[in-house]
Every structure is written in structure tokens, then in C-alpha cells.
């Protein structure tokens, strides 16, 4: 560890806290300048060899990129925000990484400490503010304090259920010049299962005669995902992804089931019913992921198994028949370790029957108009590097690519699992900012792209060119689409007017398409490739088509017939 710095001499406390970032490791942060953290940001410059500070236009976008920086890496997404207006804005994204589990530390300017409670200019009690949505919440008034609480703030961003900490620094505190050591991170090791609860799985799946696996959460290592397929595969086992984590188990392969979460496959949800045994690896089994916690027997009728690193999580909606408190790398490892299956299981005709039901799912129907979204994304999949990068959004248009595509084992799916709108062009920057040399796609509606859209100005002054595709049926499609089944036909706050979107793209110097016609998607996004410029892809989808299974036509017909 040599970074650390052991000098005892005094360094204000904004330099400080600069240091104490380089010594958790920190190599990017994200950011909306605020006058409340001025010392800081003169640290980071200090630092700007070590740290990459990236600029960006809207604090939602910067705390986006450091939650999908967290997501990519396993570690701690750092953003600096100000105080007041710049938290309020930051707050949709500590709510994304507490609903996806994602290890994230947001920094917010505050103002004097001596005038806490006369309401203050953009005073705000960050304690109460942020205390249902972040894991921990802190405030350092004493310069002194600073590597002790930055290192366990880390600390406690990436132990057990991964999440976000809130770290408020009053602003006469960083001016403040006192003589203390950096802290660096504890070596601590994970939460690792115990013989005998893995040697009472092993008993459980040998009597069970129609199993599945679903496997969800955050943290999950290249290595993780290679021993838990050999695992599955090995055993001929079905495997479904939790919400928004298709890229955990490669899609092409035989043994997969699909996606349990928002849209999920009627075939799936009725085979899930039919399991005899759920493996669940990292997930918590939440609300989309359990249908509307109606999948199971919430007593445990259905045998449970259910591994995941935070003790507090299992049984707290379903009773497992073994709950295993381990962290998902750990308890991969173990897996690695367990005997190899002997001979050929009996569930093997249900594992093709689960499979089917994927297949027939993913089979493009023929959509009426001059663009079969289905099939252009299936196309544009047979062309993507293996490595890719998806980064989704909110809305009826994600669930397109949630049916028809095949995410394989090296490429990521980040979508944030609250829903959050606005969640997926911010979050392709970052990605892109982290891994430069990846294609990275973000896929968001033209709702979603006009909350954060500006911030592909990021994109431009960071140097790098994420491709976005922007799905545009000229509505607030999810919102209708649960409206026309309740009111049919009386559309009321979510028509949208959107821009020429290829012209707004354009305006910055980036590269624009658009798409409209069935072989049009693929040529165009090589050549956005190509271009090496941020991109612009507007698809022009048929609005009459709400979803992937239902137009809005039969939505009414639906609901008259109530």
C-alpha cells in the first residue's frame, strides 16, 4: 500500500479526503461542482494522477456513472455532489444502488457546522434525508476524523448486501488543517458457506425432480459466473436470471430459462410454480423477481434454497428449507469444490421442457408495420462484440430485448431495478469512461432519453463514444399501457412531442441515425461504430404496438370485455 500516506504533517481537510479516496483505491469519481466542496475538489486536482474526476451535467447523471462504475467493477462508485439542490438531485441514484445492491459512495458539500438548524442556505439533514435509501449516512464536522470514517464507509458500502453510503462534509471542516495518517482498506475475508450447508443442498437436489436455479445480485466476478455455469450445466440444471442480471448465466446455452422479473414469460412463471426446489444464488427474490411475491408459498410449500451474503435477507419474505449466508465469490468457490455429478440426473426431460418454453419465447412474431423490433434486435445481437456492454432504462420498450435477445457470459446488462427513468445514457458514459475499449449500447425509450439525454455532453468532454439507442413511439409507453387496460381509451399525461433526435446529437458533433425499416438497425449501428463518435440511433417504433405481446387495440378489447 504504498499510496498511503503515513506523513504526519498537516494537510487541510479537503486535501485529506482527496488522499483518503486514493488510498480506498478509488480511480474515477463523478461530479457536479459545488462552491461546498471547493477544498475538495483542489485535493482531487492534487490527485488528478490517481483519480479521474469526471465532469458531468446533472447530478442524477454523475451519480448514475459512479453506480454503474460500482456495478462493473465490484467497487465502490464514487460521485461529489453539492449541498441542497445537488442531493436532491443525487437521490435517485442511491436509490438505484440500494434496489440493485451496488456498492456506491456519494460525497455532499454541507454547510457550516456552526449554523446546523437555523436553516441555513440549501440546508438539508442528511441523516433523515437519505436514512431509508443509503446504508449508512454520516457527516464529518472534525478534519480529523476523516480516513476513519472514509474507510468505513467503503467499508460499508461492500460488506454483506452491497449498497450506497452517504458521506456529507461540513464546508469549514475541509479548510481545516490538522496532521493524521491515510487509512487504507481492511483485508477481510467474505462470508464463506459451511460444509454442512453445502453437503444439505447437494441431499436436497438429489430428491428433487424439477429444480431451478435463479441467480441474481451484484458483485458477481468473471470467474463467479464460469464455476456456476460449469455447476449448472454440469448437472443439466435450469437456469433463470433474477431482473435486469441476464448477462450472469450465457443465454445461448441449452440449460437457460429466461428472465423472472418485469414481463417475465407466462411459460416461465408456470414451470417456476411447477419447481420442485428453487436454487436461488445472490438474489434476494424480490417483488419483480417473485411476480408480485406470488410465485411461491411464502411458508415454504416450495423448497428454498437461498444463498446471499446478508443474513437479515433470508426468510424475510419466503422461508427457505436452507438459508446460506455467504457472499456469491465465496460461495462460487465452494461450489467449485463439491464432487462431480454421477451419471445423467433425472431432471433432464424438465430442464428441456423449461428450456422450450425459452425458445418458443424468444421466436419473433410477425408485428404488424415496416420495423419488426424483434427481429432487428436479434439481428443487431449477431453482430455485437462478445464483450459488450448494455446499459437499459426504464420502460415497456426494455422488455423487448429482456425476450428476443441472448446476453453471452462476458457481455454486461446494467438496468436499474427500481425502474428508475433516465437511469441508462448516463450510465453507458460511465461504462465507457470505465472500460474505453468496450462497445458500450445504451438502450432507453424517448421518455428516458430527455430526463438525462444532455449528459451525452459527458460523453464528448470525457473523450469517449457510447452508442444510444433511442426507442421513440412518441409516449410515456408503460404509464399508457396500464392506462388503456383501466381507461381504456381516455389517454390523459402521456403523450409525449420529442425532437429530431438525430439533429440533437448532430448539434454536438456526434454521429445520428435513423431507423424505421425492418434491415435498417444493424447498418446503422456499424456505422455508428464506425464513426468512433458519441451516437444517436432514434428507432421509430409502431406507438399502436404498446408491448411486445399487445397492441393497444387489444389492451381495449381486453378491458371491455371485464
Aim: one cysteine or more; hydrophobic letters at 45%; a negative charge.
Amino acid at each position: 500500500m504504498d499510496s498511503i500516506s503515513t506523513d504526519t504533517a498537516t494537510r487541510t481537510g479537503g486535501q485529506i479526503l482527496a488522499d483518503a479516496l486514493v488510498a480506498q483505491g478509488v480511480t474515477h469519481a463523478f461530479c457536479v461542482p459545488g462552491e461546498s466542496y471547493l477544498d475538495v475538489l483542489d485535493g482531487l486536482y492534487a490527485n488528478s494522477d490517481k483519480i479521474e474526476l469526471v465532469t458531468c451535467r446533472f447530478e442524477a447523471g454523475a451519480v448514475n456513472m459512479a453506480e454503474a462504475h460500482g456495478k462493473l467493477t465490484g467497487r465502490p462508485g464514487v460521485a461529489l455532489v453539492t449541498r441542497g439542490p445537488g442531493a436532491c438531485h443525487a437521490a435517485i441514484g442511491v436509490h438505484v444502488a440500494m434496489q440493485d445492491s451496488t456498492p456506491l459512495v456519494l460525497i455532499v458539500g454541507q454547510i457550516p457546522f456552526e449554523e446546523t438548524d437555523r436553516e441555513s442556505f440549501q440546508e438539508v439533514d442528511y441523516r433523515r434525508m437519505f436514512g431509508s435509501v443509503a446504508k449508512w449516512v454520516t457527516q464529518i464536522d472534525d478534519a480529523a476524523r476523516i480516513p476513519e470514517l472514509m474507510a468505513h464507509a467503503f467499508d460499508v458500502a461492500t460488506s454483506g448486501r452491497p449498497g450506497p453510503v452517504v458521506v456529507a462534509i461540513s464546508e469549514e471542516m475541509q479548510k481545516r488543517r490538522v496532521a493524521v495518517p491515510d487509512i487504507g482498506p481492511a483485508d477481510v475475508a467474505p462470508a464463506y458457506p459451511s460444509p454442512a450447508a453445502m453437503d444439505k443442498m447437494l441431499a436436497m437436489l438429489e430428491k428433487a425432480e424439477r429444480p431451478l436455479v435463479v441467480l441474481g445480485g451484484s458483485r458477481w466476478t468473471e470467474e463467479t459466473r464460469r464455476i456456476i455455469r460449469e455447476f449448472c450445466v454440469a448437472r443439466d440444471l435450469p437456469v433463470a436470471v433474477a431482473f435486469r442480471r441476464q448477462s450472469l448465466f450465457d443465454c445461448r446455452l441449452p440449460n437457460y430459462a429466461g428472465d423472472l422479473g418485469v414481463g417475465a414469460d407466462a411459460g416461465l412463471v408456470a414451470k417456476a410454480k411447477q419447481a420442485d426446489l428453487i436454487l436461488a444464488f445472490g438474489t434476494r427474490i424480490g417483488e419483480p423477481v417473485s411476480q408480485g411475491y406470488t410465485l411461491f408459498d411464502m411458508a415454504g410449500a416450495t423448497p428454498i434454497v437461498h444463498v446471499y451474503p446478508d443474513q437479515a435477507e433470508i426468510g424475510r419474505v419466503y422461508r427457505p428449507a436452507l438459508g446460506v449466508t455467504a457472499e456469491i465469490n465465496a460461495f462460487a468457490q465452494a461450489l467449485a469444490k463439491l464432487p462431480a455429478p454421477a451419471g445423467a440426473p433425472r431432471w433432464s426431460a424438465w430442464t428441456k421442457e423449461v428450456h422450450a418454453a425459452r425458445v418458443k419465447q424468444a421466436e419473433a412474431p410477425d408485428y404488424e408495420g415496416p420495423l419488426n423490433l424483434a427481429r432487428e434486435l436479434q439481428a443487431l445481437e449477431a453482430v455485437l462484440p462478445p464483450d459488450a456492454i448494455f446499459t437499459c432504462d426504464a420502460g415497456n420498450f426494455a422488455t423487448w430485448p429482456n425476450r428476443f435477445m441472448h446476453m453471452t457470459e462476458k457481455q454486461e446488462f446494467l438496468g436499474p431495478t427500481n425502474g428508475a427513468m433516465g437511469y441508462a445514457v448516463p450510465a453507458a458514459i460511465g461504462t465507457k469512461i470505465t472500460y474505453p475499449d468496450r462497445v458500450s449500447i445504451a438502450l432507453v425509450g424517448d421518455g428516458g432519453f430527455l430526463m438525462t439525454g444532455q449528459e451525452i455532453a459527458t460523453a464528448f468532454q470525457a473523450g469517449v463514444a457510447p452508442i444510444v439507442l433511442v426507442f421513440n413511439n412518441g409516449m410515456y409507453g408503460t404509464i399508457r399501457m396500464y392506462q388503456e387496460r383501466v381507461y381504456p381509451g381516455r389517454v390523459s399525461g402521456t403523450k409525449l412531442t420529442n425532437p429530431d433526435f438525430t439533429k440533437f446529437i448532430e448539434s454536438f458533433g456526434g454521429h445520428g441515425e435513423l431507423v424505421e425499416r425492418d434491415g435498417e438497425l444493424v447498418p446503422a449501428f456499424q456505422r455508428a461504430l464506425a464513426s468512433g463518435k458519441p451516437a444517436v440511433i432514434e428507432v421509430r417504433v409502431n406507438p399502436e404496438q404498446v408491448t411486445h405481446r399487445a397492441t393497444i387495440a387489444d389492451l381495449r378489447q381486453q378491458a371491455a370485455r371485464k
